[in-house]
């Protein structure tokens, strides 16, 4: 079964969905910018919400839009933004973390590991930033911090998502069920069988994956 991931800026579009068609909301705010997180009030109300619907939340741990390198203020701050999302009863957390040369911030991915408490962790789409020959590398160390999945475009330029269907169906192979690989940018409520056929995924994010 497709398993569809309904990203939500806000509380507005909650009351239409319901599952199983929408399995998970992807929340977060400012989506513009690429998505930051949600307010406090935003992510109570949503929890409970979808809860009672039967619906999963992940919730955006981002303090600001732009690239995906922090300083240690905004590393603090998204360590306070995760123990709320925890206290809250988000069910996981999505992060991307880089290095000035689009690697993994290792050291800041340590750093916010105990925040989370061992809940589920999603790395988004930063990693398309990653060089293409060093995502494999990248993965299994994703894989050895315990994040269970990774949401990806399949190139940084965002080209039609049909374009990077090889390189997209390559790196669920090499993933070969250690961690799930989840395609978003470009997929919507029409594309998204055809999409999950070609790459082999059985997991899709967007704003527009419902009818």
Sequence with gaps: MLIKEFCAENL????????????RVELCDNLAAGGTTPSYGVLKEAASYLHDKGISLAT????????????????????EDIL?????????LVLGLL????????EAIEQLLPATQGLPLVFHMAFDLIPADQQKAAMDQLIDY???RILLHGSA???????????IK????YAAGRIEIMIGGGVTADNCQKLASLTGTNIVHGTKIMR
């Design 12 to 23: 507005t579009d909650l009351a239409s969905l319901t599952a199983p068609e929408i399995s």
């Design 60 to 79: 955006m741990i981002r303090p600001r839009g732009g690239n995906f390198v922090y300083n240690d203020i905004e590393l603090r701050a998204m360590e």
């Design 84 to 92: 709320r999302a925890v206290e809250l009863e988000s069910d996981s």
């Design 99 to 106: 290095t000035p040369d689009n690697q993994l911030d290792t």
């Design 146 to 148: 315990g994040f269970v």
């Design 157 to 167: 330029e965002r080209h039609d998502i049909f374009d990077n269907v090889n390189h």
């Design 170 to 173: 390559n790196l669920i192979d």
